[in-house]
């Protein structure tokens, strides 16, 4: 019903464009909703109707708002959706900007004559197309709209979260098995070294002995990851710091990595700055980061590539910035591959609430793939 609203107005405002400029700075804007909605039969359909308008609206072929608008129209028919989140990324800046020049190239377009005038009102519909996407963006997911934008939609994220809720109960009840696996392996290795049989058999036994203690001890470390994931603290008595945050996240993601040529590494002054209030937001921050720099590592054929994993964190006057970087075996940098929206939008809220920055840069063949800032506490 909504896209369907916003298509009747780009139509009827944008047949109104000749006469009146500003009504088709009004389309231009609504062409912007309806490349964020992505519907691409409505656009094509106010695209053809304004184009058929050419021949019938007088004054139409002449106008440049006119023109700007059946060209935006069809932009928001044939833009590639994938690009969308990218081209919506932009600093919270860029919309004031938008506004403030898309006002003035308006006001231009009555003041001046000619092509000047005709180039001020395109750009005024540019950067109303450019703002009318903003809008609609915010109100989708404020309405949870575009959350369903990644692979699976509504269903995986509303089954992430659900099982992240449950997750904390079934850790518990995990670990009691453990607690009684680790126990009965310890008495194994006191009664085996104490049974009548030669040294060959109790060396097996004793060896396996500890390989049961070994993995019991890391299934131990999986759970505490679980446990302490994303709060301000841990089981253990270490300060939280910069490091420790990205060494639990590095370690929650381990598992995600599934082969070997891949390494990460952790540079810069600031690993040592304590964040115990922004603990928890930094490891969950750089969880996600890194769950998106591995999948650059897959080529578009499946093919497992090698490469490094760079964590740097410096410090600014006013920020710890933590940059994430990937390059390949040769050094070179590996296109970005970026986060589902639902889940960016997520970690963004979780970021600002912990008076820090979140950001997703999605430049192909660039090192920086995100930015991560914390405000500093200590000036």
Not at 108 to 122: K, Q, T
Not at 191 to 197: A, E, V
Not at 245 to 250: K, Q, S
Request: overall charge neutral.
């Amino acid at each position: 019903m909504y896209p369907a609203a916003i298509a009747l107005c780009a139509l009827i405002l944008g047949l109104t464009a000749a006469q009146g400029p500003g009504a088709g700075v009004l389309s231009a804007a609504a062409a912007g909703g309806l490349f964020v909605l992505h519907r691409t039969a409505l656009a094509l359909g106010v695209t053809a109707m304004l184009t058929a308008g050419l021949f019938f609206v007088p004054g139409a072929m002449h106008s440049a708002s006119y023109w700007a608008d059946v060209l935006l129209a069809a932009t928001a028919a044939v833009f590639p959706r994938r690009l969308a989140p990218a081209f919506l990324q932009a600093s919270r800046w860029a919309w004031l900007l938008a506004m403030a020049f898309g006002c003035i190239g308006l006001s231009l377009h009555f003041i001046l004559s000619g092509i000047a005038a005709d180039i001020a009102v395109v750009f005024a519909s540019l950067c109303a197309a450019l703002v009318g996407a903003g809008i609609a963006r915010h109100l989708a997911v404020v309405d949870a709209r575009l959350l369903a934008w990644g692979d699976g939609g509504l269903v995986e994220v509303t089954r992430d979260l659900l099982l992240g809720r449950i997750t904390s109960g079934m850790l518990h009840d995990l670990a009691q098995p453990l607690n009684v696996i680790s126990m009965a392996n310890a008495n194994m290795d006191y009664i085996i070294g104490r049974l009548d049989i030669d040294d060959e058999n109790r060396q097996q036994l004793q060896e396996r002995v500890k390989r049961i203690a070994a993995h019991t001890e890391g299934a131990a470390a999986i759970l505490s990851l679980f446990r302490w994931f994303g709060r301000d603290g841990h089981d253990g008595d270490g300060e939280l710091t910069v490091r420790s945050a990205l060494e639990r996240a590095v370690a929650a993601t381990k598992s995600s990595m599934r082969h070997h040529g891949v390494s990460i590494h952790l540079r810069g002054n600031a690993l040592d700055h304590l964040v115990p209030a922004q603990h928890g937001a930094l490891e969950m921050m750089a969880v996600a980061a890194l769950l998106s720099a591995f999948a650059s590592f897959v080529d578009c054929n499946g093919k497992k590539l090698r490469g490094d994993v760079l964590l740097h964190a410096s410090m600014s006057p006013a920020h710890v910035v933590v940059t994430v970087e990937g390059t390949d075996s040769d050094g070179k940098p590996l296109p970005s591959h970026r986060i589902d929206e639902a889940t960016l939008w997520l970690v963004e809220q979780v970021a600002r609430d912990a008076a820090s920055d979140f950001r997703c840069l999605v430049r192909n063949r660039q090192p920086v793939q995100f930015i991560i800032r914390l405000g500093r506490d200590d000036i």
